[in-house]
């Protein structure tokens, strides 16, 4: 007998890759289960003895900790006090809040409902997106790393690669979502470049230095839908992880479930009204030499749903080889190799979410 639940439920082994392979299939996702009325949710979701052993403490909500907010309002006459806040974050967090980033309300609103209307439209136009080629500019998943992961995630996701050296065309998004997505993807690339400075000073570099290597040139939209969970006690929306890119905008709706891994324990992160979130990818603590810190997140299941979310991945150019700044680091200090997004981004997705930090097999 293998014991499988957090509860202390036990189920006999069983062919998991059989019981994979039949869900994936169905092409519907965990919001078909749903759609199908289940009470109990499939032992592929339920979290492994492993995984619990391994997890740490949740912070208690009465300790009053919050993830630092960073306010852009009067950003030319505040430059260097923001400055100061940015590299105080992403060293000692990984992770802030941003407030008055000039994106209005509207379009972000619009975000999350347009991410809602695809998820929730007729599953056989869903179906006919769905794949596991993580190449193509949209895709419909559920789980990238679902033969992977000890346990699957409670999660479904629009993929949409915007930018890359063959840029998205309008017509190739769904029609429900395919206006806001243009709209919005302007906006990120604005707001992706004054990070990007911010980054730069914050690291006591040239504001233009960051930029030069391409930061943007990769922008990838992950749309996140997270249904309600008849067991959310067995189970993740997503497993924690840390992200793939140089760094990481988050719009969330008002639903919460985010967790960061702060000093040890998890902290859960209040939704503000209008703000959105910043994280540090992998790549941003790479190629600082661990100045700046990426770190690691997930995302909890609930019984009142759906969550929605939608995280839009700085990545980079996907040929040019990165590593430590010179002027961060000498042959002496540096902590990593050079390597490309491409390279990384092939052992991160066969790695999977969870476990040891991809980071970690491009250390000297």
């Not at 759906?306 to 990165?322: D, K, N």
């Amino acid at each position: 007998m293998e014991t499988a639940g957090g509860a202390g439920v036990e189920v006999p082994l069983y062919d998991r890759y059989k019981e994979l392979k039949a869900f994936d299939e169905t092409k519907t996702g965990v919001k078909g289960l749903v759609d199908a009325g289940i009470e109990k949710i499939p032992r592929i979701f339920v979290r492994t003895v492993d995984e619990l052993e391994e997890d740490l403490p949740l912070k208690n909500e009465d300790d009053q900790i919050d993830i630092p907010v960073i306010d852009l309002q009067g950003m030319d006459q505040r430059r260097q006090e923001i400055i100061g806040e940015v590299r105080l974050a992403s060293k000692t967090w990984g992770f802030f809040q941003l407030a008055n980033h000039g994106i209005p309300i509207g379009v972000t609103n619009e975000m999350i409902q347009g991410v809602r209307r695809f998820h929730e439209e007729d599953v056989e136009l869903k179906k006919q997106l769905h794949t596991k080629d993580l190449s193509r500019k949209v895709q419909f998943d559920t789980n990238f790393d679902l033969y992977t992961s000890r346990s699957a995630n409670w999660r479904d996701t629009l993929r949409c690669l915007l930018l890359t050296q063959d840029p998205i065309k309008p017509e190739e998004l769904p029609d429900t979502c395919r206006d806001i997505i243009m709209d919005y993807w302007k906006h990120m690339t604005n707001l992706g470049d004054t990070l990007t400075e911010l980054f730069s000073e914050a690291l006591g570099l040239n504001k233009d230095h960051l930029k030069a290597m391409d930061f943007a040139q990769c922008l990838t939209l992950n749309c996140h839908y997270y249904p309600a969970c008849p067991e959310p006690e067995l189970t993740l929306g997503t497993t924690q992880h840390s992200d793939p890119s140089f760094f990481t905008i988050l719009l969330q709706d008002c639903a919460g479930g985010l967790q960061i891994l702060h000093q040890s324990c998890w902290v859960a992160v209040k939704p503000v009204p209008g703000a959105l979130i910043v994280n540090i990818g992998d790549f941003l603590q790479l190629i600082s030499n661990d100045k700046l810190k990426s770190a690691q997140h997930r995302v909890v299941a609930n019984r009142v749903g759906p969550r929605v979310s939608v995280a839009c991945f700085f990545r980079g150019s996907t040929t040019r080889l990165y590593g430590p700044i010179e002027e961060l680091s000498d042959e002496n200090s540096s902590v990593y190799k050079h390597t490309t997004v491409k390279a990384y981004m092939e052992h991160y997705n066969g790695k999977g979410l969870g476990g040891v930090s991809a980071l970690n097999h491009f250390k000297l």
